[in-house]
């Protein structure tokens, strides 16, 4: 059974920095990509944020170049997902996603496993 455990959401103000933790267990899928979604109210889920096992593809969504960074420890099976310069746009659910292929979350904007969520709140 796939568990994706994230961790480090919390309310911060704009400008401030958060970062946020996946470790996945259970995967079955020999390279498997690591990503970040998130869901504001009201709104649909959007892609954040992916990168492949080996590190050769790493997407952005716009909105989030420049200020957000995500990386990964493949040993200890986590991705991690540095958020600076954080505005209040940026308040959101976050989810952790895995995937075969990062164009799962680039392109075709959805994911074969998800995590259950983590809440990012930025305040004025």
């Known amino acids: 059974q796939v568990q994706l455990e994230e961790s480090g959401g919390g309310v911060v103000q704009a400008g401030g920095s958060l970062r946020l933790s996946c470790t996945a267990s259970?995967?079955?899928?020999?390279?498997?990509?690591m990503g970040w979604f998130r869901q504001a109210p009201g709104k649909e889920r959007e892609f954040v944020a992916t990168?492949?096992?080996?590190?050769?593809?790493?997407r952005y969504a716009e909105s989030v170049k420049g200020r957000f960074t995500i990386d990964r420890e493949n040993a200890k099976n986590t991705a991690y997902l540095q958020m600076n310069n954080l505005q209040p746009e940026d308040t959101a659910v976050y989810y952790c996603?895995?995937?075969?292929?990062?164009?799962?979350?680039?392109?075709?904007?959805?994911?074969?496993?998800w995590g259950h969520g983590t809440q990012v709140t930025v305040s004025s």
């Open positions: 996603a895995v995937a075969r292929d990062t164009r799962v979350h680039s392109e075709e904007k959805r994911s074969d496993y």
């Open positions: 259970g995967v079955t899928l020999s390279t498997p990509a």
């Open positions: 990168h492949s096992w080996g590190g050769s593809r790493v």
